[in-house]
């Protein structure tokens, strides 16, 4: 069973500030999805990264995955309220069988 | 084109009661999967429905079950309620069963056991 962790836990930052999220691993993920989430509602896709020391952004967010593909890091720049949220990872693992392993996520509050 | 959609919003049931939760994919998805989702914690993959056939699933015992329609709405049913099965539970639709496939989420169904 592979061990999942996401850093940190819960993340209270400023309108403006930058921060960065981590997702690591002891096992190698075949491709690796970003998700956040808001309350009442479920996660909704932010990026999938494929290829070892990839790097993929999107507006304010920067996503990178590790050469060995055994981590990645989500970079918000000047963070927003609207970036208020439950950031997921969830890796894949070869041959799971459609398993789908979500982290446990980092609480994100940006305040204004 | 309607999102996912679930239903019931929230639930509250007793413990050692069954459970039918439903789930509405996606127009032109034919994959749903359903995920436990605990306070605190990121989603845990339950099952995957395709083509109304099970096809994949994690680690939660039999009194766990579900169906697909051949519309490919779907229902999670849990038997014999127990008190940690308090969770979120989501169902997500996709066009296909691979991971590679994006999954879209309903907003979950929250379900109380007392």
């Known amino acids: 069973t592979q061990l999942l962790e996401q850093s940190p836990q819960f993340l209270s930052i400023q309108e403006g500030e930058n921060l960065t999220v981590y997702c690591n691993s002891s096992s190698v993920f075949s491709s690796l999805q970003w998700y956040r989430q808001e309350p009442g509602e479920g996660p909704v896709l932010l990026v999938t990264v494929v290829t070892g020391g990839e790097v993929k952004k999107l507006k304010r967010l920067t996503f990178q995955f590790g050469d060995a593909r055994k981590d990645s890091s989500l970079h918000i720049t000047a963070a927003q309220p609207g970036d208020t949220g439950l950031y997921l990872c969830a890796p894949v693992v070869p041959n799971n069988n459609n398993d789908m392993r979500f982290g446990a996520g980092t609480r994100l509050t940006v305040k204004p | 084109e309607t999102g996912v959609t679930q239903s019931p919003t929230h639930l509250i049931k007793t413990r050692g009661q069954q459970v039918t939760l439903r789930c509405s994919s996606q127009?032109?998805?034919?994959?749903v999967s359903w995920y436990q989702q605990a306070l605190g914690q990121g989603p845990q993959f339950i099952f995957q429905y395709y083509r109304e056939e099970e096809n994949g699933r994690g680690n939660f015992p039999p009194r766990f079950s579900g169906l697909q329609f051949p519309n490919y709405s779907s229902e999670l049913n849990v038997n014999a309620l127990e008190l940690d099965d308090s969770a979120l539970y989501l169902c997500?639709?996709?066009f296909g069963t691979g991971l590679s496939y994006e999954q879209y989420f309903g907003p979950g169904t929250r379900l109380t056991v007392t």
């Open positions: 997500a639709s996709s």
């Open positions: 127009s032109g998805h034919n994959t």
